[in-house]
């Protein structure tokens, strides 16, 4: 149960300090606007999955640019992280874009469009 918690907490760090170096140390113009949604870190703690969504782009193929961009710093944003983790060892972060935000909104919509026809559907037989 120790090890969970700990992995958990790591993870919840990462993705606190990342979106916050993302935000402010990454000057790349392809970047675009980043935010951190998950980090999972492995139990080993060698590696962590950095899941990121890109205003504005909707598939990962639309935000490969910016993960591209993010991969690239990944060991400038690790050492970043190291300057104020205490920990002995920081993960390697590798970033992935996280789709469940756009599946979320989507299931959302589908919701929204069927109890939109069900209303238009009581009403048509309202007589109203």
Request: hydrophobic fraction near 45%; avoid cysteine.
């Given at each position: 149960m120790k090890e969970?918690?700990?992995?958990?907490?790591?993870?919840d760090f990462l993705k606190r300090e990342l979106g916050t170096f993302?935000?402010?140390?990454?000057?790349?113009?392809?970047?675009?606007?980043?935010s951190v949604i998950d980090a999972q870190v492995s139990r080993d703690l060698s590696?962590?999955?950095?899941?990121?969504?890109?205003m504005g782009k909707n598939t990962p193929e639309e935000a490969k640019e910016s993960l591209d961009v993010l991969n690239?710093?990944?060991?400038?944003?690790?050492s970043q992280?190291?300057?104020i983790n205490n920990a002995?060892?920081?993960?390697?972060?590798?970033?992935y874009y996280d789709t469940s935000v756009n599946r979320g909104q989507h299931i959302s919509k589908l919701i929204?469009?069927?109890?939109d026809a069900d209303r238009s559907r009581y009403t048509d037989s309202d007589g109203e």
């Open positions: 969970f918690s700990r992995t958990a907490r790591i993870a993302i935000q402010k140390e990454l000057r790349d113009p392809r970047l675009g606007m980043v590696h962590a999955k950095i899941y990121v969504t890109v690239k710093a990944a060991g400038f944003l690790r992280v190291a300057k002995r060892t920081t993960p390697q972060l590798r970033f929204q469009d069927a109890v």
